[in-house]
């Protein structure tokens, strides 16, 4: 089973900056991707980005190109979501999530990300 630890979340102002990190352990090689989502308060939950486990494909959602980027450090057995120029809209709970050869998704626990006006 793989487990998924979130961190990075918080407050910040519009255009500032935010990187989450979502730390993976467990059966690490059954991950095939790994994503970032977010849900935001009344609606459902969209996907943001990812990132391939072993090369080098990543998808970014159209609200995000060109202000979020995705990377993963293999050896910490990590994913990043660089988070720039942040607007209100972004405000959300992100999750991080891996599909996994044998269970399919696993979740992380979320993290709260607010961006104010």
């Known amino acids: 089973q793989v487990q998924l630890v979130e961190s990075g979340g918080g407050l910040v102002q519009a255009g500032g900056s935010l990187r989450l990190s979502c730390a993976a352990s467990g059966r690490t090689l059954s991950i095939n991707f790994m994503q970032w989502f977010r849900q935001a308060p009344g609606k459902e939950r969209e996907l943001v980005s990812s990132?391939?486990?072993?090369?080098?494909?990543?998808y970014y959602a159209d609200s995000v190109k060109g202000r979020f980027t995705i990377s993963r450090d293999n050896a910490k057995n990590t994913v990043y979501l660089q988070m720039d120029s942040l607007k209100p809209e972004d405000t959300a709970v992100y999750y991080c999530a891996a599909e996994t050869t044998n269970r399919g998704r696993i979740w992380g626990q979320g993290t709260q990300v607010t961006v104010s006006s």
């Open positions: 990132i391939s486990w072993r090369g080098s494909s990543t």
